[in-house]
């Protein structure tokens, strides 16, 4: 972490760029949370380690509106979504000095609390070099887990460690992929409608209408949001009805078609811990089956599928006599 601070400074300090976004801490160890440093002083508070899982890229759409360059620290799966920002023209490249950091999986404190360790008072281990095994101090005594035993879902089903984009990269990453990236969505593919059904209306009964998916979404970068309308119900924050419930993430999922990166930060930040970034992998896999292989970020030039056409795009005669 250190060389990311002294990097930091560096670029600062002889006038690169104008400020810094990276991570700071929250108000648990387990925490941190992206922020704006515009000061050498202020980059004391600086923090990367296996709990830094938030994807900046988004932040750099108001960032780029500022005088002078950003300098951004973006994760191998983050730059992914940079590229796809760059190729809706949501972010402007020559305001940004990205440094590439290396990543071996981020952590999700959820997890961990699931293993039945609680009342967690500190966590060591989770440094960007750090151990593969977690020491966790709680009020109850110490515990450890292994580090892979407690990463995020995405990290499960890493697309890679290469940076898709970049000024210059700091520090080594870890593959860490062991599990097949639509195993979840085949699964739920090979249930009865009912049981489909009956899976989606328990997951989505728990949403409680706090946006927390759309606002970190790359992806959800509209100036204004359909569901902000003041013109019908969309905007409230409570589900009226079961149509209400389900129909804000499914109408969500649709808009981000073809643009979805599968980042996970939807599923990352939802407080009800609801799979919602299984809706847009669904939507990755039948895009991948019907147009051919495609990656949303692979780079900033590449149409997607949905809004390009080809004499071999699938019709939707084909699709239904298909399905």
Not at 45 to 51: E, K, N
Not at 87 to 95: A, I, L, Y
Not at 233 to 262: L, P, W, Y
Request: hydrophobic content about 35%; aromatic content about 10%.
């Amino acid at each position: 972490m250190q060389e990311l601070v002294t990097r930091a400074k560096e670029l600062l300090a002889d006038g690169t760029v104008a400020r810094v976004l990276g991570w700071k801490c929250g108000d648990m160890a387990y925490n941190p949370e992206p922020a704006f440093f515009e000061t050498a002083e202020e980059l004391e508070g600086f923090v990367y380690d296996g709990f830094c899982g938030a994807n900046l890229s988004k932040y750099m759409i108001e960032a780029g509106k500022q005088e002078g360059k950003t300098l951004v620290f973006l994760k191998p799966c983050d730059t992914y979504s940079f590229n796809q920002l760059l190729k809706e023209h949501r972010v402007d490249r020559e305001k940004a000095y990205i440094i590439g950091v290396g990543c071996r999986g981020k952590l999700d404190i959820e997890k961990i609390k699931k293993m039945g360790i609680k009342g967690i008072t500190d966590i060591r281990g989770a440094e960007a070099d750090g151990s593969d095994t977690l020491s966790i101090t709680t009020l109850y005594g110490d515990k450890t887990c292994a580090y892979s035993d407690a990463m995020l879902e995405r990290c499960h089903v890493c697309k890679g460690k290469e940076h898709k984009v970049y000024d210059e990269v700091i520090g080594e990453s870890a593959d860490t992929k062991d599990a097949e990236r639509f195993a979840e969505v085949e699964k739920i593919e090979a249930m009865s409608p009912e049981e489909k059904f009956a899976f989606f209306q328990k997951e989505l009964s728990k949403c409680i209408r706090c946006n927390a998916c759309r606002n970190v979404c790359p992806a959800c970068s509209c100036r204004k949001c359909v569901f902000d309308s003041t013109k019908f119900d969309s905007a409230q924050k409570a589900n009226v009805d079961s149509f209400e419930e389900k129909m804000f993430h499914i109408i969500r999922a649709f808009h981000v078609a073809g643009r979805c990166t599968d980042c996970g930060e939807c599923s990352r930040v939802c407080p009800q811990g609801i799979p919602l970034h299984l809706f847009n992998r669904k939507f990755i896999k039948d895009i991948d089956e019907l147009y051919g292989a495609f990656q949303a970020g692979e780079d900033a030039e590449t149409k997607g599928p949905l809004t390009d056409f080809t004499f071999d795009d699938a019709e939707p005669s084909i699709v239904a006599e298909r399905g």
